[in-house]
């Protein structure tokens, strides 16, 4: 099974608005870490966003927050006021810390477009 | 610039040739990963360093690949008698908290002929 299933392979958003891209994840491990990084056609992977299994209020930096729900397993990337600057491909990635792994699963990615 | 850099940014070669990859993690970061994407798909974990030491291979790491991490700075991946199917971008990640985000660098493309 996937451990991280990002459903949509790409989104639409006009600028100024603000977009959802969704998220959702697979593990029994109890204790994990969820990430969002941003991919530019440079190629060059940006670190957004953290949230940890047992944090109790959601991430937020700056224009993004992840709308994390635990119980449902998922972690959507949500990201306000849209600029063109925000068009590339965005990953959702899991670490499972309990397992003692190290690395993290990546999604297949969802390619955000911003309409000018 | 004190982010993770990689060297070369492209690399072309024949297939049956060896390449070495090199990169350099933030200073203070003590944890170094290697992963591996090919078009259409996120990155692959292939390996992970703690300082010098390798504590973690995925199984996408064949034999032809090595990786090492002398002195806990700089690492470098070396893949023997490349194939077509080696041509990816390789990206590496150092990371300095356990629970941290891990900082990518540039990548290195890879095409073999």
């Known amino acids: 099974a996937q451990k991280i299933t990002q459903t949509q392979p790409g989104m639409f958003v006009q600028e100024k608005e603000a977009v959802t891209l969704d998220c959702t994840y697979d593990t029994s491990d109890p204790s994990y870490g969820l990430f969002w990084y941003k991919q530019p056609s440079s190629g060059e992977m940006i670190f957004l966003i953290y949230?940890?299994?047992?944090?109790?209020q959601n991430a937020t930096e700056g224009r993004y927050s992840l709308n994390f729900q635990k119980a449902r397993k998922s972690a959507n990337l949500v990201i306000s006021a849209s600029q063109l600057g925000d068009s590339a491909m965005y990953f959702c990635a899991m670490r499972e810390v309990s397992s003692g792994a190290n690395n993290l699963f990546f999604g297949t990615g969802t390619r955000l477009t911003v309409i000018p | 610039d004190t982010g993770v850099s990689q060297n070369p940014r492209h690399k072309i070669t024949k297939r049956g040739q060896n390449v070495t990859f090199r990169c350099d993690p933030i200073s203070e970061h003590n944890r170094l990963y290697w992963y591996r994407q090919t078009l259409g798909q996120g990155p692959e974990f292939l390996t992970y360093f703690q300082n010098e030491a390798q504590l973690e291979k995925s199984r996408l790491l064949s034999d032809r690949f090595s990786a090492e991490r002398p002195k806990g700075s700089f690492s470098t991946l070396e893949i023997q008698r490349t194939e077509q199917g080696d041509s990816a971008m390789y990206l590496c990640?150092?990371?300095?908290?356990?629970?941290?985000?891990?900082?990518f660098g540039p990548g290195t493309r890879l095409t073999v002929t």
């Open positions: 949230q940890g299994s047992y944090d109790q």
């Open positions: 990640a150092s990371s300095g908290r356990k629970t941290g985000g891990q900082y």
